[in-house]
Every structure is written in C-alpha cells, then in structure tokens.
C-alpha cells in the first residue's frame, strides 16, 4: 500500500479532507486523485467549470460492483445465484453507500456549492454515495484492483457479515423504515384490510411513501401482510436506486446526478 503522507496539496483543504486517508486506511501516491474525488459538480461549477468527481464515481461504482461480486462468489460457494444477487443488492446501493460514508466523516471532506451547501448536502444520501464511489475508483487508479479490494472488503466487512446472517432481510419493516428515511425523509404509512371467514381471515396491507403506494402483501395475521408489503417496497426502492432487481445484474448506484 503506498504511503505516502502529504496532504492534497491544497492550502484551502480542510482539516477532514486531509484526515480522511486515517479513516479510509489508505495514503495515495497521487493525493490529486483523492482531491478530484471529493469535488462535488456544484462546486466545481462555481470554480472555473473544472472537473468533478461524475468521471472516477462512474469508474468506482464498477469496482464496487465486481468487488462485492468477487467476494460473496469466493466465500459463499453454497449459495445460489439468487441469494447471492439479493446479498450484493443490499449491500451496494446508495443507502449503505451513504451510511457507510457518514461512518467515514466522508461528508465534512466533499467540496459542495454554496447551494448544496445551505441545503444540507453534506449529509445528502446521493452525494455522499457518489462521493464515496468515487474514492474507491480514485484508490484503485492510485493502488490497483489488489489495493482497492481488501480496502473495500474491509470496510465492507461488518456489513458483510449483517447480511449474511440475515441481519438486513429478516426484519423488513425496519429495514424499509430505514431507507424510508433516506430517501424520503419521512416514515411508511400502512393500511390493512382483511378478507375471508374468522377462521381464516387473511390480511392484505399496502405500504405508503411520498404520496405514492410502493408495496402490497397478504398474510394470516397483519404482521405478516405488513412485512410482505414492506420486502416488496424495499426491493422496489432498491430496484429503482441501483438499476437492477434483486436477481438481476450487478446493480449500480443509480442516484448519479445529485
């Protein structure tokens, strides 16, 4: 791993953006590429229409993908293509992408616009996704696939293990609460209805966000209709943000233009 410790060369950097190689675990040769991933297109529209970070997300979104693919593939040899494409769903999409980045104080280090900037987009999911994106491809032009893959396998490696345990599917309401949250900034609504003789009632339940129904389920008690609709909400969002179902391709981060 290189280690070099200068800082990006830039006498405006602040304190966060030059301690975020501490938090990543990661010193670049070439500290411009850690400073090109941090520069928010606002930003640089406002300094001169310079280059911003839209080229090494676009390259880090890929090594993310064929990293996270590459590592539930080899440690999971059991598992068919199903699990392990619903596994890698969950674990490369812009809510974890943007939890994980907060963890790293990813946020305070983004170079935003003073319009972004008064509008919170320091902690704005899809900045903070993109941004991280775009330092794993900025670490894998610095250090190679090698590098970029135990850096991502390690930071990954918690989450890893959550959804292998089924840590992350088998609580759906929370985990669609959780996400709820992120990319609506308000909770799911659910309504229910039930149908059938007392004997064997069955519950149907529709879960609402943003105005709009996301998700439908049925089971024999409301819990069961309720998380039924919320793992259909959930991989709907999911689908939506990362451009593939649960089964399909390797997903990628689809909140792009932040």
Same mark, same amino acid.
């Given at each position: 791993?290189?280690?070099?410790?200068?800082?990006?060369? $830039?006498?405006?950097?602040?304190?966060?953006?030059?301690? #975020?190689? &501490? @938090? %990543?675990?990661?010193?670049?040769?070439?500290?411009?590429?850690?400073?090109?991933?941090?520069r928010h297109r606002s930003w640089c529209a406002e300094n001169g229409a310079v280059p911003s970070n839209e080229r090494l997300e676009f390259l880090g979104d890929s090594v993310l993908g064929l990293?996270?693919?590459?590592?539930?593939?080899?440690?999971?040899?059991?598992?068919?293509?199903?699990?392990?494409?619903?596994?890698r769903a969950e674990l490369v999409n812009t809510v974890m992408?943007?939890?994980?980045?907060?963890e790293l104080g990813l946020g305070e280090a983004?170079?935003?616009?003073?319009?972004?900037? $008064?509008?919170?987009?320091?902690?704005?999911?899809?900045? #903070?996704? &993109? @941004? %991280?994106?775009?330092?794993f491809g900025a670490v894998y032009l610095d250090g190679g696939y090698r590098v970029s893959r135990e850096l991502i396998v390690r930071l990954y490696?918690?989450?890893?293990?959550?959804?292998?345990?089924?840590?992350?599917?088998?609580?759906?309401?929370?985990?669609?609460?959780?996400?709820?949250?992120?990319?609506?900034?308000?909770?799911?609504?659910?309504?229910?209805?039930e149908s059938g003789p007392e004997h064997a009632k069955?519950?149907?339940?529709?879960?609402?966000?943003?105005?709009?129904?996301?998700?439908?389920?049925?089971g024999r008690t409301k819990k069961e209709a309720e998380q039924s609709a919320?793992?259909?909400?959930y991989d709907r969002l999911v689908e939506a943000a990362t451009g593939e179902g649960p089964g399909g391709s390797a997903p990628t981060n689809g909140e792009t233009n932040a």
């Open positions: 791993m290189p280690s070099t410790t200068s800082s990006l060369g $830039s006498e405006t950097a602040p304190t966060t953006t030059i301690s #975020l190689p &501490d @938090a %990543l675990g990661y010193r670049f040769d070439d500290d411009s590429l850690l400073e090109l991933a941090l990293v996270i693919t590459d590592h539930l593939f080899l440690t999971e040899p059991e598992q068919p293509e199903g699990v392990l494409a619903r596994r992408l943007a939890d994980l980045a907060r983004i170079r935003l616009g003073k319009g972004e900037e $008064s509008t919170g987009g320091r902690d704005k999911a899809s900045i #903070l996704a &993109d @941004a %991280l994106e775009a330092v490696l918690d989450r890893i293990h959550d959804v292998a345990n089924a840590e992350f599917t088998t609580d759906h309401k929370s985990r669609l609460q959780e996400l709820a949250a992120q990319l609506f900034g308000e909770l799911p609504e659910y309504s229910l209805s069955v519950f149907s339940a529709v879960v609402t966000l943003g105005g709009a129904d996301h998700g439908h389920g049925e919320a793992q259909e909400a």
